[in-house]
């Protein structure tokens, strides 16, 4: 099976900087495009930012030159910098990741959602 797992997060003041990571892990052939989410209180969760596979990045209008999306495919790991953070920035912050595992000789597909890492923005 793959799990992802994020880190990172945590209270900051407007201004400051955080870097969340996102690790899969399990038995993984290959991973398509890293996709970092929000949520935040009351509202829908919304996309952020996307890596794909060949380090090309998008990102959601709002956090355009504040955030910068990178991954190490080596690791299986997607990073999200933040800097210049704002209040409106907190919110949960989820990664999910599409690609190939290996289970005896069988390749499945699997689509995954990390559990999340709280990120607050606030003085």
């Known amino acids: 099976q793959v799990q992802l797992v994020e880190s990172g997060g945590g209270l900051v003041q407007p201004g400051g900087s955080l870097r969340l990571s996102c690790a899969a892990s399990?038995?993984?052939?290959?991973?398509?495009?890293m996709v970092w989410y929000r949520q935040a209180p009351g509202k829908q969760r919304e996309w952020v930012a996307a890596?794909?596979?060949?380090?090309?990045?998008n990102y959601l209008e709002s956090v355009k030159g504040r955030f910068t999306a990178s991954r190490d495919n080596a690791k299986n790991t997607v990073y999200l910098q933040m800097n210049s953070l704002k209040p409106e920035d907190t919110a949960v912050y989820y990664c999910?990741?599409?690609?190939?595992?290996?289970?005896?000789?069988?390749?499945?597909?699997?689509?995954?959602w990390g559990q999340g890492t709280q990120v607050t923005v606030s003085s």
């Open positions: 999910n990741a599409d690609g190939l595992y290996v289970r005896g000789s069988i390749q499945y597909s699997f689509n995954r």
């Open positions: 399990g038995s993984i052939l290959s991973i398509n495009t």
């Open positions: 890596v794909t596979s060949g380090g090309n990045t």
